[in-house]
C-alpha cells in the first residue's frame, strides 16, 4: 500500500480549520512571552515624538523610534498581521472574547454582542484617543497623567509588578476594557487602539493581505463578513484598497465555502497558508530581535 | 488605488516632515555653537588687546576643589525597577561623579532600558542623582535613579 505524503493541502477542510486555530494560538502565546511589549515600545515611539515636537527639540533615534518604524515597515508590506498574530492587548482580547463565549456556551445562554451599527461607528473612536493621547503629550501634560494608563496596568501585571497604589484609574478603565472584549471581538483593537489607528492609516501592499476571488463568490453570500472580527467586506483580487482594520487574523480564510479568499500574493498556495502564516511570523521575530524589543 | 496613494502620500509627508524639524533643529544648533564659539574667540582678542604684555590668564580658572561630598571610590546600589532589581556602580574620582554604569538589570525590557540609560549622563551632569526620571520609560528610569542614590549613600562622608 502506498502511503500518502503529509500535506497541508490533503487535509480535510475541519482539520485544516482547526490546525490554523492552533497555530495562531501558539503564536499567539509565543509572541505573548517574548514580545509583550512591542506594543507599548512602539506606541512609546509615537509619544516620544509628540513630546519632542511640544518641547522643540529634536526627535533622536532612540529604542522607542525603532520600534515604531520596525513595526510599521513590517505593516506596510504584511498588513496588520502584528495586531492579529502578535500583539500581546490583541491576544489578551482574543483570550478573553474566547472565554466568555465557552462560559455562556457552558450556561447555554447567549452571549451578549454589541450592536453591528454601533460598531461601525465606534471605530473611529481610536484616531481620536490617537489624536487626544498625541495633544496631551505635545502640550506635555501626558506624564502627569502617569495613574490613568491602562497600558502601563497592563505591562506592570504582565511583568508581574503589583504596586499599583497610585493607578486605580488605568485600573478601572482597564477592567471596562476586558469587560467590553467579552462582547465583542477585538473590542479594544477596533475601537480604542492608538497604535491600531497608525497602522489603519499606513498603505498597505497588496501583496500579502487578503482578498477574494470576487467572481466565484456565491450570490449573497456574506460568511466571511459574518465571521470577521470588524465585519470587513473584503476586497477583490488586485485591489490596492486593504481595508485598515483588517487584522489578517485570516478567521474568514477557513469560513468561506468556496475557499475563495487568500493573500494575493499567494496564488500557488492555496490551502497552504499555514506555511505563508510561519514564515510571516518568522519574518516578525526576526524584525523584533533586530530592533531589540 | 486611489486610497492607497493618499496614505502612500500622507506617511511620505509625515517622515519629510519629520526629517526637515530635524534638519532645522541641527542647523540651528551648529550656528548657535557657533556663535559662541566666535563670541569667545573676540573675548580674548579683546582681553589680548587691552592687556598686552600680560599673559593670557584665562587658565587661572578657580579649581577650588569642594572635595565633594562623596567619598572617592566604587560605590554599587540596587533597586526595584521594572520587573525586577537593577543594580548599578558609581566611580567617584576627587569627589566627584565620575562614571555610572548598570551593572545588572536582567528583568528590564532592553528597549525599555535603553531608553532609560540615558538617565546616566544626566545624572553625571547635574553631579547629583536628582534628576527627572526619563518619560516614556519612567519605571527602569527610576529603578536607575533609585539604585544609584543607594549607592551614594554609602558613599557620602
Known amino acids: 500500500m502506498e502511503r500518502k505524503k503529509f500535506h497541508i493541502g490533503n487535509l480535510t477542510a475541519r482539520h485544516r480549520k482547526k490546525l490554523h486555530i492552533w497555530l495562531r494560538a501558539g503564536i499567539q502565546l509565543i509572541c505573548f512571552l517574548l514580545f509583550s511589549s512591542a506594543f507599548t515600545a512602539a506606541f512609546g515611539g509615537v509619544k516620544y515624538i509628540a513630546v519632542q515636537l511640544g518641547a522643540g527639540e529634536k526627535v533622536e533615534w532612540t529604542g522607542f523610534t525603532a520600534a515604531l518604524s520596525g513595526l510599521c515597515g513590517f505593516t506596510i508590506v504584511f498588513g496588520r498581521f502584528f495586531c492579529g498574530f502578535a500583539c500581546a492587548f490583541g491576544s489578551l482580547g482574543d483570550f478573553v472574547h474566547g472565554v466568555y463565549c465557552r462560559i455562556c456556551r457552558k450556561c447555554r445562554k447567549k452571549p451578549l454582542k454589541l450592536n453591528g451599527k454601533w460598531c461601525a461607528g465606534l471605530s473611529s473612536l481610536k484616531y481620536f484617543v490617537l489624536a487626544v493621547i498625541a495633544v496631551l503629550c505635545f502640550l506635555g501634560v501626558y506624564p502627569k497623567l502617569r495613574g490613568s494608563s491602562p497600558w502601563d496596568v497592563f505591562s506592570m501585571i504582565r511583568g508581574g509588578n503589583f504596586r499599583l497604589a497610585g493607578y486605580l484609574p488605568g485600573l478601572v478603565i482597564l477592567l471596562l476594557i476586558l469587560a467590553g472584549m467579552c462582547v465583542q471581538e477585538r473590542f479594544f483593537c477596533r475601537f480604542l487602539c492608538p497604535m491600531g489607528a497608525v497602522f489603519s492609516m499606513l498603505p498597505v501592499l497588496p501583496v500579502f493581505s487578503l482578498s477574494r476571488n470576487r467572481e466565484t463568490c456565491a450570490p449573497r453570500c456574506s460568511a466571511c463578513t459574518g465571521r470577521c472580527p470588524s465585519d470587513i467586506q473584503l476586497p477583490a483580487d488586485g485591489s490596492y484598497e486593504t481595508p485598515g482594520d483588517c487584522f489578517q487574523c485570516q478567521k474568514c480564510v477557513d469560513t468561506c465555502p468556496k475557499q475563495n479568499i487568500h493573500c494575493q500574493g499567494e496564488e500557488g498556495l492555496r490551502g497552504n497558508e499555514a506555511w505563508f502564516t510561519v514564515v510571516r511570523s518568522g519574518i516578525f521575530i526576526a524584525v523584533c530581535i533586530w530592533i531589540g524589543i | ?157
Open chain 2, 1 to 157: 488605488m486611489k486610497g492607497f496613494g493618499i496614505k502612500a502620500g500622507s506617511l511620505l509627508g509625515v517622515v519629510c516632515v519629520l526629517a526637515g524639524y530635524d534638519g532645522v533643529l541641527a542647523a540651528r544648533e551648529k550656528e548657535d555653537e557657533i556663535a559662541r564659539l566666535n563670541a569667545r574667540v573676540e573675548a580674548m582678542e579683546e582681553f589680548l588687546r587691552s592687556s598686552p604684555g600680560t599673559q593670557a590668564e584665562g587658565e587661572t580658572e578657580e579649581e577650588a576643589e569642594t572635595d565633594g561630598v562623596y567619598a572617592d571610590g566604587e560605590w554599587e546600589g540596587e533597586a526595584r525597577g521594572f520587573g525586577g532589581p537593577v543594580s548599578v556602580k558609581v566611580t567617584v574620582e576627587g569627589g566627584k561623579l565620575a562614571q555610572i554604569e548598570v551593572l545588572s538589570a536582567e528583568k528590564e525590557d532592553q528597549t525599555y532600558l535603553s531608553m532609560a540609560e540615558a538617565i546616566l549622563p544626566a545624572m553625571l551632569e547635574a553631579q547629583s542623582p536628582e534628576v527627572d526620571t526619563i518619560s516614556g520609560a519612567t519605571f527602569s528610569s527610576q529603578g536607575l535613579k533609585d539604585a544609584a542614590m543607594q549607592a551614594l549613600e554609602k558613599a557620602e562622608k
